[in-house]
């Protein structure tokens, strides 16, 4: 590791933080903008599918629940060095897989780095915007957006140019180890919070059970992640059976929710520091039901993307806006109410892919999106939770 901290550029403490997160999202991008071609491989309809993709979500939640403890002892900067890559490393086996538990299995171990990640990156986040005395919780996920939009549109270009959706994934190993390399050989964890456990991290070694205020806070983020999981998962292969689009418009369907949704999240910190937390999120809800009728009943591929594109604005600062109202919450350590928001959410996000895929195979890919918008109602009355 020594010799990975020799070279790395050296970042100002929130620089470092969007770094991670861009190139978190980049990490394990590069396979949803390939979902159609993956699938037609395996010769399986959605339900199967969705079955094998829940391997995400399960390792994530075993990371969650139990990872706590490994996280502290390693600290954030190994985290991040190993588990970068790592999430490449498995994403480049899912897409070499034949059958759908075989790609259950590639994904597990993926989940589990990305629980790890996912702890590490928000507290690094939360932690550094205390220090500075300003938000930059919205911003941080504006690059995480925008390291997913990237990875979607180099998904469409390798479609386009005929490079085999394993090719190119293996090809995106070596790609996130040398920007891990150049980018994050410097990285040093931000200080811990006054008043904070010593290791936020390590302090939710189990299950964090959810208070009923942080059940709310489920509640308020419920429509937008489902229906951001949707636009990962399902978009590519919305476009395809749908519209039989290219395969370059394929993957431009997953990074158009992918860029409106960095764009919103960049600015979105000042609307919510002049309007508040509960005027934006409900604002934003309303424009994700909106993008959500407009995928749902889209006559053509243009008004298809506009309304992805609409659905990205939409679930850009919820989740956000959520995490900061957990970690700010002063009835339990932060990391224990950011663990209980993230592992009860993960719960809930384990059901989405294979009920989402069972939608779509009954009722055909367009009610995937349409069986969102009764949790998009609860995430409106919902958001009265977010007031500080």
Known sequence: MNSISALGWRLSAA???YTAFFLYALALGGLYPRMAEIQQGMG????????????????????????????????????????????????????????PWSMFVCLL????????IEQVVNLEADRVEFALGRRIMNRAHAFWSMGFASAGLLGGLAAQWGITPQMHLVGMVGVLGLLVWVLL??????????????????????????????????????????????????????MRDVFASSPFLCGLAVAAGASTQAVTRFFADHFVERFQPVRVARSLILILGLGVCAVTWAQNAWMALWGLALMGV???????LAMSAAAQRTDRPAAV???ALAQTSFVIFLLGPPLLGWVAESF???ATFAAGLPLVLLSFWAAKSLKP
């Open 44 to 99: 399986v309809a959605e339900g199967a599918l969705g079955l094998g993709l829940i391997g995400t979500a399960s390792g994530t939640l075993i990371s969650l629940t139990f990872g706590g403890r490994w996280i502290a002892r390693l600290g954030a900067q190994k985290i991040l060095w190993m588990g970068l890559p790592l999430v490449a490393v498995f994403y480049a086996l899912a897409a070499f897989a034949a059958e």
């Open 109 to 116: 171990p993926a989940g589990i780095c990305i629980g790890a």
């Open 337 to 339: 109410n950011v663990a």
């Open 185 to 238: 050989g410097q990285f040093e964890a931000a200080s811990v919070r006054p008043g904070s456990a010593t290791s936020d991290v390590g302090s939710a070694v189990k299950f964090a059970w959810p208070t009923p205020p942080i059940l709310m806070l489920v509640a308020a983020t419920l429509g937008a992640m489902l229906m951001e999981g949707a636009g990962i998962d399902w978009s590519a292969i919305y």
């Open 364 to 366: 055909g890919i367009r």
């Open 314 to 320: 939409g679930t850009s600062a919820i989740f956000p």
């Open 15 to 17: 620089h470092r933080v």
